[in-house]
Every structure is written in structure tokens, then in C-alpha cells.
């Protein structure tokens, strides 16, 4: 299908997905498959761009919701970033600002994790 | 009493320079909360009092807090219902006293957090809020001066929070719409995905999404009704751990439940579910039909179903429902579909192997005939020429039924007709076909044999029955015998005892019934096997028939016997008959 894809970007210890085009539940198999890519290889450091998605039904949030838990049991995280008001309307509608950080830019996401890193470390 | 007037004048002039201020201020906004908290703080700033409140109309007669200054929030109530009736500013203390109960009530909670004066904030002669204020921090008392500035005040701030209520109004219904489009889409879009494919899974996966992704649910299950009992067919309920025998009384679930304090789980089975973690439960209808359930577990981030996410979640249910019972239907017709095809290849098969005309034999009459079972026994005839006045006749039964029992028939005719031009002595002839099948299948496939060669020379006959039902041999004019000399079946072992052949003379008008266990064993509809007794009688009633006329009797009378009752096996039969007059 190439109304949707995910792009995968390795920056440090972040892995960037890249979504582009329209998530449904059509699409929204590719994006688990993206998912359960950077799981499988233990990268739990997860940050979800939507700069290029135009348009995102529920069924996307399901992806989100469905790798949440076993993300932030490994210490990792999903932050969300370059909505469009579109896109970031059905996540307030469907009450998710409240389950996930959501950045204006990709920069502060990934700032944060590496930030979080050094501390550890 | 001059500086008096003065003073007034003066402070006329700076109270309406602060009142235009304000309504400036206030118009200018349509943030209720700032609207609230400048009316509050411009009360008491000018009057010196430390603590206020606002209520705004939340419904006819219902008021809520929206704006506190100087008090704690959990010190009160925050909602009252307050009846239309005031003008003016009041006194707390008056309002104790005053006739109708729920401004007594209100009263009484004022004067508990040390409020002395409400205001109402009129609009067009209706309320749209109560300011109330606490004392003067200097304990002075109220003046008129200031009751009038106060009124002026709740005048100004009327109009504003009454725009900003009405927008906020707005801003609400506008989120309410824009849930409701984004609901449908989403029904749209489940309803669409899961009508497009026939995949159980797929449908199960597409309904996870909208239930992680628009209610926001985690744990949950999906049970559905397979004509005998619930099974689970999807389940994200880690701890689940119930019998599923415990759950079939839920099919007769046709209301939601949601579990809380106000309805408690009732009995056995809610028990269970609810210490599964289940806070809800709904029945899976397709066509208002009850076809299985919908086990939900908490929310992500709390919070109840509101009534709109509740009928999305019922339709969600019913187009799944109706979209897995939409693919079980479908999976039914494909088998149905493939089983006729199978069988209908089967049937070409058997009627390809069958001969098409049977080789006119001088001096004698053959007539064959083959009827297919709906489920193809594996039935199976021969003739064929060897030699000018020589003739191999066949019969024979394949276990099983369909295509396997149809390749095995032609496996047998492939080595019948390798084997039968070598010329071999009978016996040894049938054990070389016997070797031929024993190597070419399993051990639980067998086939009953019936073959022989008619010599149209010396009128003979010579035969091995391989364990087939045994043939009827008329001749003489009046006695008849089974044919039964042979051995042990085809193709269960690969050196059976040595089979024997018999030869035997055929006189004018001699004839040989051959049949497969379709025809003794044919059904009526009471269940009642057509029979061997039924099959001789009828047969001796045939000895001045033609093979063509005994065939057509014999079936007459099966086909009478069965009056249309489906029949399980194949119906063959073989007549042979040396004509009276040769």
C-alpha cells in the first residue's frame, strides 16, 4: 500500500519513525510491523514524527496504545512530535494528551531521551 | 455636608472611571475563568475584602463555582440550585431566613465560609451568576455607596459572562461534534476494513485497534457463539483464568453491563469477571441475534464510558459481529463449494473409466449400468475384448469414497488391462493385479473383485471373485448358484493364500448377475437393507429375461424399494447372458 509508510531513523540511541500519508486501520498494520521492528531489537528510545502524516483515525492510536506498556516496561518511551492540528485534534479528542508526551519539535524528544541517558550513565 | 458631597462626587467619578475599565477589560475577553477572576478581584480591591466567590449557570436553576479568591475549594459545595427572585445585593445573614429552602441551604453554606454579601449578576431579568463577598478586612460595614457600586459591577460582568458562557457553550458542542464526526469516521472506516475481508483474524485485529485506539481499552476479550458454546476467540485479559463452561449463560445477555458501586457484580459469573478485571460486558448481536460477547477491562487514564462512547461501543460490537458471522458464512460456502467441486471431479473421473459403449459380444447379451451415490463410492465395470471369440468382464468396489477412492479405481483398471493381455493363468493373473494395488496404496484401501473371461468358443466362463459380493449364476433353466470361487480381497496383503479360478459352462440362456453392495444394501427410508433374500427372489424372477430386461427390473425394483431415499453407495451392476437360440 503506498498511501501510508514509516521511515525508521537511528539518532543515538533514538530510533525516529517517520510516518508519511493516511493511518487506518487499512494502513495501520505497517506501523505495528515499524514497531514491533525496533522492539524486536530491544530499541525502546521511540520517537514518533507525524510531520508528514495527514491524517490519522483511531486505529493508529491503537498501534501506539498496543506497544505503550511493553515500551515503558523496558525503561523506554513513545514521544509524539510535529503534529498537525488535524492529526493532534483526534489525539485530544480521544483523551491521549494525557497518556503520552506530545513535542512540537522532534529536537525536544530526542533532547530528552539523550538527556535521560546521560544521566544514567 | 459640602465636603461630603465632594467626596461622593469624587468618588462617583472614580467608581464609573473603574466600572468602564472593567467593562472594557471584561468585554474584551471571552475567557470565563479571567472574566470571573477580574470581577472578583476588582470587588474586592475596591471594598478591602479578602474572600469571594462566583457561581455561574450551569443548567435552568443550577449554579456551579467557578471563580474563588481567598477560600479554599473544599471548604463547600461546589453546585446549587437556586431559584430565579433576586435583585439585589443581600445580605448572607437575611437569606438564612428567607422562604425558599434552597437559598437557605446556599445561605447557610455562605455564612459558614464568612461570606456577608451576594450579588446576582442579571441579564435581560434573568440571573446568569451570584458573586459573594466576605467582610471588610478593616471590619467596616457595607455602605450603600458601595451596595450601589457592587450592583453596577454584577450589571457590567452580566453581559460578559453570559458571551463567555455562551462561547464556552459553544466550545463544548463544537468538541462534542467533532468527537461524534470522529466516532462515525471511525465506524465507517471498522465497518469498512472488517465488510472487506473474511479473515476472522483480521476482523479481531481491526476491532483491537478501535478499541485501544478510540476508548482507550487495554484488556479485553472476545467470545464467540460456535452453534454449541462460547469459545474465546480473542483474548487480552492476562488474567483470565475462568472456565469457559461457566460463561455460556452469557449468551442470554442482551443488555450491557457496567460494572460499579451502583450495580454490583449479581451472581457466579459476573463474580468471576469482574475479579478477571472485567468492568464491562456486552452482547455481539448480528441480525439481533446473539452471536458470542465483549469482555472490556478498565480504561487507560480511568474514567467511565460517557453515552456517546456507550453506542459506539455497541455499534462496534454489532458490525463485528455481523462481519465475523459474515466470514464464518463464507468459510462454509467455500467448503461446501470445494467438497462439490472434489466430488464432481471425482465423478468425471469414475465416468472416464467407465467404458462408453459396452463391445458387442456375438451370441451373447451384456448390460451394465452405473449410478453414482451424491458422495461417489468408487464403484467400477469392465469389458473388454482379448481375442476374437474372448472377453474380459469386471466388477469391482474401491473403499472410500470421492477422489481417492476414484484414483484407485483407475489404478485397478490400469493394472487390468496390463495384466490381463499376458495371458496368465487366472489365479496367478489376479495375484499379479492384487501386487500391482497392494504397492500402489495404504494398507486401509481395498478393493472387492469380481473378474473373468468368457470364451464365446467353447461357451465358458472362468472367473476369481477377490471377495466381492458373489454373482448369481442361472442356468439350466431352473437352478441357480453363487459364483464364490477366489481368494481374500485386493490389496491388503502382499502374498495372500494362492486364489483359485473356476470354470464354468454356460448353456442357452444361461445368465450372470454381477452387483456392487449398493444394490443388497440399498436403503429404503425406514433404514431397511434392499437385502440378500429380496436380491435372490428377484433375480430368480428374471430367468426368462434379457440381460437388458433383468438390469431394468432389478433397478425398477430398488428404485421402488428406496422411493427417493438418498442412497450412500454407488449402484453397479454387470449382467451377462448367453442368448436361448445360439
Not at chain 1, 525516529?16 to 514497531?35: I, Q, W
Request: proline letters at 4%.
Amino acid at each position: 500500500m503506498s498511501e501510508f509508510s514509516v521511515g525508521i531513523r537511528q539518532r543515538d540511541t533514538v530510533s525516529v519513525l517517520d510516518l508519511r500519508g493516511y493511518l487506518d486501520a487499512h494502513t495501520a498494520p505497517e506501523l505495528e510491523k515499524a514497531f514491533q521492528k525496533e522492539l524486536d531489537e530491544q530499541r525502546y528510545n521511540i520517537v514518533v514524527n507525524f510531520s508528514d502524516l495527514s491524517y490519522i483515525s483511531s486505529a493508529g492510536l491503537g498501534v501506539l496504545m498496543q506497544f505503550i506498556e511493553d515500551v515503558r516496561r523496558n525503561d523506554g518511551d513513545i514521544k509524539l512530535t510535529n503534529m498537525s492540528h488535524r492529526v493532534y485534534n483526534v489525539f485530544d479528542l480521544l483523551g491521549f494528551p494525557m497518556l503520552y508526551e506530545i513535542f512540537p519539535e522532534e529536537e525536544e524528544a530526542v533532547k530528552k531521551f539523550l538527556n535521560k541517558t546521560e544521566k544514567l550513565s | 455636608m459640602n465636603t461630603e458631597n465632594t467626596d461622593n462626587a469624587l468618588d462617583i467619578i472614580s467608581d464609573s472611571a473603574a466600572l468602564l475599565e472593567l467593562s472594557t477589560i471584561l468585554n474584551a475577553s471571552t475567557d470565563l475563568e479571567f472574566i470571573l477572576g477580574n470581577v472578583l478581584l476588582s470587588c474586592m480591591g475596591k471594598l478591602l475584602v479578602t474572600r469571594g466567590i462566583v457561581l455561574v449557570q450551569t443548567g435552568a436553576s443550577h449554579y456551579r463555582i467557578r471563580s474563588i479568591k481567598g477560600l479554599r475549594s473544599d471548604d463547600f459545595d461546589l453546585e446549587y440550585d437556586l431559584p430565579e427572585g433576586w435583585e439585589h445585593v443581600q445580605r448572607v445573614s437575611d437569606l438564612r431566613t428567607a422562604a425558599h429552602p434552597a437559598i437557605r441551604e446556599f445561605a447557610d453554606c455562605a455564612a459558614g465560609c464568612e461570606l456577608e454579601l451576594v450579588i446576582p449578576m442579571r441579564l435581560n431579568e434573568r440571573m446568569v451568576g451570584v458573586v459573594g463577598l466576605g467582610k471588610k478586612i478593616t471590619g467596616q460595614k457595607f455602605t450603600s455607596a458601595d451596595m450601589t457600586f457592587l450592583e453596577s459591577v454584577a450589571a457590567v460582568a452580566a453581559t460578559a459572562v453570559k458571551g463567555a458562557l455562551t462561547i464556552e457553550e459553544l466550545r463544548i458542542l463544537n468538541r462534542r461534534l467533532d468527537t461524534k464526526v470522529q466516532e462515525m469516521n471511525t465506524l465507517f472506516e471498522t465497518s469498512r476494513e472488517m465488510n472487506t475481508t473474511f479473515e476472522p483474524d483480521t476482523i479481531l485485529r481491526i476491532l483491537s485497534y478501535a478499541l485501544m485506539g478510540q476508548l482507550r481499552v487495554m484488556r479485553f476479550a472476545v467470545f464467540t457463539w460456535d452453534g454449541e458454546r462460547l469459545r474465546p476467540v480473542l483474548m487480552k485479559l492476562p488474567d483470565f483464568d475462568i472456565d469457559t463452561d461457566a460463561l455460556q449463560e452469557l449468551m442470554e445477555l442482551r443488555e450491557t453491563i457496567l460494572f460499579s458501586e451502583r450495580r454490583p457484580p449479581e451472581n457466579a459469573v459476573e463474580n468471576a469477571l469482574h475479579a478477571a478485571g472485567i468492568h464491562t460486558v456486552l452482547p455481539m448481536l448480528s441480525q439481533h441475534q446473539p452471536r458470542g460477547i465483549l469482555c472490556l477491562g478498565e480504561r487507560v487514564g480511568g474514567g467511565r464510558f460517557d453515552t456517546l462512547e456507550l453506542e459506539y461501543l455497541h455499534a462496534l460490537a454489532n458490525i463485528a459481529s455481523s462481519a465475523l458471522e459474515n466470514a464464518r458464512l463464507v468459510k462454509e460456502t467455500i467448503e461446501k463449494q470445494r467438497i462439490e467441486k472434489e466430488l464432481s471431479v471425482a465423478k468425471s473421473i469414475q465416468k472416464g473409466l467407465l467404458p462408453s459403449c459396452i463391445p458387442a459380444v456375438p451370441g451373447y447379451e451384456i448390460a451394465a449400468v452405473n449410478e453414482s451415490s451424491q458422495q461417489i463410492g468408487g464403484d467400477y465395470y469392465d469389458v473388454m475384448r482379448l481375442s476374437e471369440h474372448e472377453y474380459v468382464l469386471a466388477i469391482g468396489d474401491v473403499s472410500g469414497k470421492g477422489i481417492p477412492a476414484s484414483l484407485l479405481m483407475a489404478n485397478v483398471q490400469a493394472a487390468l488391462r496390463t495384466i490381463s493381455p499376458l495371458r496368465l493363468p487366472l489365479p496367478e493373473a489376479t495375484e499379479r493385479i492384487n501386487a500391482l494395488i497392494y504397492s500402489n496404496t495404504s494398507a486401509d484401501k481395498f478393493i472387492t473383485f469380481f473378474w473373468g473371461i468368457l470364451d464365446t468358443r467353447a461357451h465358458s466362463f472362468e472367473y476369481v471373485n477377490a471377495g466381492h459380493n458373489h454373482p448369481y449364476l442361472l442356468h439350466d433353466g431352473t437352478r441357480t448358484r453363487m459364483l464364490d470361487a477366489g481368494g481374500l480381497i485386493l490389496g491388503i496383503m502382499e502374498h495372500p493364500p494362492p486364489y483359485v479360478s473356476e470354470r464354468i459352462a454356460l448353456g442357452p440362456g444361461d445368465m450372470i448377475v454381477t452387483y456392487t453392495d449398493g444394490v443388497n444394501e440399498a436403503m429404503s427410508h425406514d433404514m431397511e437393507e434392499f437385502s440378500d433374500e429380496r436380491l435372490a427372489d428377484l433375480v430368480e424372477q428374471c430367468r426368462t429375461l434379457t440381460a437388458e430386461e433383468t438390469l431394468q427390473r432389478i433397478r425398477a425394483e430398488i428404485v421402488s424399494f428406496t422411493a427417493g431415499t438418498a442412497q450412500s453407495d454407488d449402484i453397479t451392476m454387470l449382467v451377462l447372458r448367453r442368448s436361448p437360440q445360439s
